[in-house]
C-alpha cells in the first residue's frame, strides 16, 4: 500500500480524540481542544481506570498474536495524533495485507482495539474514534487495516467494526471540522439534547443558557462574584 502524501507538519497535528468529541458534539470539542476545559464525573473517571488497565503491559505474544498497548499514533494526512489503547497484531501470510515487526519473523495485519467504559450508542463517535486509529496505522505501516473493535466495559464484548468506505469519509469530515472549530477559535452554541446528562462538561457548558463560550461564562462569573465581594 502506497503512503499519502503529508499535509500537516507535525506541530500541527490535532488530538485524535477530538474526533471523536466533535461527532458526539462540536461545542464539547470546542471546550476541551479550544478552551482547555475538562471536569470528570464517575463516567469519565471511570472510563479511565478502563483504559488504565488496558495500558498496563506495553507488549504481550501469544503465538500467531502480538499485543501493543500505548502505541503512539500519528496521521500526518488527516493531521492527528494519539494513543492507541491496544493494537493486535495477527500473522498472515499474505505479503499484501501484513506489515513487517521490528523483532518479529513474517507479517502482521494491525487491528486498533477502542477501550470505552459504557455500551455501543447510537452515534457513531467511538466508531469515528477507531477508524482514525486504523487509518493513522495505515499510513504508518503501509499496509491495509480493514477493521477494528471497540470493547465496552458495560457488556464486556467487543464490537468488532469495519473501516467502510462510509466510515472512512465521516472520519475525515470530522478531523476536518475539528481543526476548523480550533482555527476559527469560536465555540459553538450550546443546545441542550438528552445525551447532555452525561457529559462530563455539563455544569461548564450550562447547555441551558446563552452563553457563547464556557470562558465568557466563568468571566462573567468572576466579574459579578468579584462586584459582590466589593459591595459587601
Avoid at 497484531?89 to 470505552?116: C, H, N, S
Avoid at 477493521?147 to 462510509?166: L, M
Amino acid at each position: 500500500m502506497k503512503a499519502e502524501q503529508s499535509i500537516f507538519a507535525e506541530d500541527g497535528l490535532l488530538p485524535l480524540s477530538g474526533v471523536q468529541h466533535v461527532v458526539f458534539c462540536e461545542r464539547q470539542a470546542a471546550l476541551i481542544h479550544l478552551e482547555g476545559m475538562w471536569a470528570d464525573n464517575p463516567l469519565t473517571i471511570e472510563g479511565s481506570h478502563l483504559h488504565e488497565a488496558a495500558d498496563a503491559g506495553l507488549r504481550e505474544v501469544r503465538g500467531s498474536l502480538r499485543i501493543a498497548r500505548g502505541l503512539p499514533l500519528r496521521s500526518y494526512r488527516l493531521g492527528l495524533s494519539g494513543i492507541a489503547d491496544v493494537v493486535e497484531f495477527r500473522k498472515t501470510q499474505d505479503p499484501g495485507m501484513g506489515a513487517r515487526l521490528p523483532g518479529a519473523a513474517g507479517l502482521w495485519i494491525p487491528f486498533p482495539v477502542e477501550y470505552k467504559r459504557g455500551r455501543p450508542k447510537p452515534y457513531r463517535a467511538d466508531e469515528v474514534q477507531l477508524c482514525a486509529q486504523g487509518m493513522s496505522l495505515e499510513e504508518m505501516l503501509e499496509v491495509p487495516v480493514p477493521r477494528g473493535a471497540v470493547f465496552y466495559g458495560k457488556t464486556r464484548r467487543r464490537s468488532e467494526i469495519d473501516f467502510s468506505p462510509q466510515l472512512r469519509q465521516l472520519t475525515e469530515e470530522a478531523a476536518r471540522r475539528l481543526r476548523q472549530i480550533i482555527e476559527s477559535r469560536r465555540t459553538p452554541l450550546a443546545h441542550r439534547e438528552p445525551k447532555c446528562q452525561r457529559c462530563s462538561l455539563l455544569e461548564v457548558c450550562k447547555p441551558e443558557m446563552p452563553w457563547r463560550s464556557a470562558a465568557g461564562y466563568l468571566r462573567l462569573a468572576t466579574a459579578v462574584r468579584a462586584r459582590e465581594e466589593g459591595g459587601t
